[in-house]
């Protein structure tokens, strides 16, 4: 049996929760519990650069290379939560956008099993979640990043942990990884880490802002995607050739991005994350069975880009585990860019949406 086919058995779903049970222990050992009535709190979903792509952990979400993204200031996830103890015939209820979600959903099993590790700390209770997302429906945008971040903050400002940023990174990697990248605006890194206990994994912010800085989100298909990109990446880790070459390539695109952040060298910036995206495509492309989340829209739309910067008009893309394409450029082109690409919704992450 493959890897990541064993993932998938509950000896091994048994298995991994023990060691986030640990994992959750040793992050809240010193911490006080004083819980309220409610909690909440929003978090941005965010758009890899560098991306994320491959666990060397799956249990704790430790990824193998470090990532770079930028958070999309006000769109994202705000979650309430709210306590009940017992009565045992209670289950946990979940909402999304108001409505109530059926338990044996997949959204409600994530969220509930992610719930329950932190019931050690908080005595037998049942939880009550509202969670809203103001992302544009299927846009691409990952939802389970905001989503795990916002879950984490409120459930931290409920149970009066106060918890610092640093921690708060580490318990959202594991309900996703790129949660942890959620939990900070503005650019934010991911340091893969290397130690086994996953302590020296999380995000850090890069304190750099970039006003002129705009993200186009081009929605090319609504269908659902076969494969989840947790299972993806853990298929191509398993099975792709080309992957060997893509830790190596994420940690130099890395430092190269940091420096076009520090410098403000867009072009830069735009190439060096339209390569990491395509790359990583390549590496899951060369997986089996193959992952090809790319329709022929999205080949249409990379086709164009070329074209169009090839005339001048700096724009760059990059592509996440989906069909849909995110443009990049700067303010001064915004124009241009929105009537090249009908239909595009620009985000202006550090000034207004
Ligand atoms: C990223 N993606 O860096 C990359 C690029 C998709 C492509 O992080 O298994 O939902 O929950 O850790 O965080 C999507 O993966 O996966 C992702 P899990 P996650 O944004």
Request: glycine share 6%; proline share 6%; charged share 20%.
């Amino acid at each position: 049996m493959k890897m990541y086919q064993f993932l998938k058995t509950r000896h091994h779903k048994e298995f991994m929760r023990d060691i986030q049970s640990q994992f959750v222990k040793n992050i809240l050992t010193d911490v006080c519990t004083n819980p309220k009535e409610s909690g909440a709190a929003f978090a941005p979903s965010n758009i890899a650069l560098c991306k994320y792509w491959g666990k060397r952990n799956p249990s704790l979400n430790l990824p193998v290379n470090s990532s770079l993204s930028i958070s999309l200031g006000s769109l994202g996830t705000r979650t309430e939560i709210r306590l009940h103890d017992t009565p045992a015939t209670w289950a946990d209820r979940v909402y999304l956008n108001g409505q109530l979600q059926p338990p044996e959903s997949s959204f409600v099993q994530r969220v509930t099993s992610f719930l329950n590790l932190f019931c050690p700390m908080l005595g037998n209770v049942h939880f009550e979640v509202r969670t809203e997302n103001n992302i544009p429906t299927a846009a691409g945008l990952a939802s389970s990043a905001s989503g795990f971040a916002a879950l984490v903050i409120a459930l931290d400002d409920l149970a009066g942990w106060g918890l610092d940023k640093k921690q708060l990174s580490m318990l959202a990697r594991l309900g996703s990884g790129s949660a942890s990248r959620s939990v900070y605006d503005g650019f934010v890194q991911w340091n893969a880490g290397s130690n086994s206990d996953g302590m020296d994994s999380f995000a850090e912010p890069v304190f750099k802002p970039w006003q002129e800085f705009c993200i186009g989100i081009l929605e090319l298909s609504d269908a659902r995607k076969p494969v989840s990109s947790r299972d993806g990446m853990n298929r191509t880790v398993e099975t792709s050739e080309l992957y060997k070459s893509w830790p190596q390539q994420a940690a130099a695109d890395l430092k190269t991005i940091r420096a076009a952040i520090e410098s403000q060298d867009f072009p830069l910036l735009g190439k060096t994350a339209e390569h990491n995206a395509l790359s990583m495509h390549a590496t899951m492309m060369a997986a089996w069975p193959p992952l090809l989340y790319l329709q022929p829209e999205t080949i249409e739309q990379i086709h164009k880009v070329q074209r169009v910067r090839s005339k001048g008009l700096e724009v760059y893309l990059t592509i996440d585990a989906g069909p849909n394409i995110k443009l990049l450029f700067l303010e001064e082109d915004e124009a241009s860019v929105a009537s090249t690409f009908p239909g595009l919704k620009t985000i202006k992450p550090f000034g207004s949406c």
